[in-house]
């Protein structure tokens, strides 16, 4: 997760990656989402504050992921959980 207040604004300008969002706050109606960016799919993903994400490339020559967050990177603020942890299948 993020700091509270950081929200991820991720556009892909080459090649394809899949983002996988992970929402487990109480309460959450919907547990995963799945996006996939790409020139053929060329927009930006705002993921808000408090959601997991976790993201693979697709494609076979390399992709460029361009994050635009909303606050400065601290390195330090980052918590990062295994993804045994989270029940996803990332081979589909």
């Keep these: 997760k993020r700091h509270k207040e950081m929200t991820l604004n991720l556009i892909v300008p080459v090649g394809e990656i899949r983002f ?14 799945e996006v996939k960016l790409s020139n053929d799919n060329y927009c930006r993903l705002t ?3 408090m959601i997991w994400v976790g ?12 994050n635009i967050a909303n606050i400065e990177h601290d390195p330090y603020e980052v918590v990062r ?3 045994e942890k989270i029940e996803f299948n990332w081979s589909n």
């Design 81 to 83: 959980k295994n993804l």
């Design 55 to 66: 993201f693979q490339g697709l494609s076979d020559g390399g992709s460029m992921l361009l």
């Design 20 to 33: 996988v969002l992970f929402d487990d706050r109480r309460g959450s109606i919907t547990q995963f989402q």
């Design 47 to 49: 993921v808000p504050p």
